[in-house]
């Protein structure tokens, strides 16, 4: 490393290469995942570049090379740590959640709003209005009210009463 602080390109490669293997045992040591190590390898020679004026060449390289990798394996940990708390890895979901494109999708939520709209027909004339003014052309209670000439407590009551009975008969309970 003296001879790359000297400005030798060569001794600074191989000083780099030969790292590697040092950087690898320290980020085992500090309990890194196998698929983690490159990253710990990455950010600590990008590390030893940003602070190589640092180095004493009276001291041990190594130990100071191990002192930056156990630094940097602490923060993948830390950054993975943080990320697994936030993120939820549930392969079922992921293998059966629907593709926004995929075809047969389209065709699902299709058949699912032809159901709907059969089931919107088969409510009271009062329930129907209530769903349609309130849910499909989602107007205020005020607006449906003065469009209907019916009172807001009556639409609500309407509105309850429909999409329990939607409910009770597109999930197959009436």
Do not use: C
């Amino acid at each position: 490393m003296a001879a790359a602080q000297a400005g030798d390109q060569r001794a600074y490669t191989r000083v780099l290469n030969d790292s590697v293997a040092l950087i690898r045992a320290v980020a085992r040591r500090q309990g890194v995942a196998v698929d983690a190590l490159d990253d710990v390898v990455q950010e600590t020679l990008l590390t030893v570049h940003r602070v190589r004026h640092t180095y004493d060449p009276s001291r041990s390289y190594d130990a100071w090379l191990a002192a930056i990798a156990a630094r940097r394996a602490i923060d993948i940990l830390r950054s993975h740590g943080r990320r697994e708390q936030r993120e939820v890895h549930d392969e079922f979901a992921f293998d059966t959640h629907a593709d926004r494109d995929d075809a047969s999708a389209g065709a699902e939520r299709a058949e699912e709003a032809q159901r709907l709209r059969k089931a919107i027909k088969t409510l009271s004339p009062g329930q129907r209005e209530a769903v349609e003014q309130l849910g499909l052309k989602e107007r205020s209670l005020a607006e449906a009210a003065a469009q209907t000439g019916r009172n807001t407590g009556a639409l609500k009551v309407n509105l309850h009463r429909a999409l329990k009975t939607l409910r009770d008969r597109l999930h197959g309970e009436s």
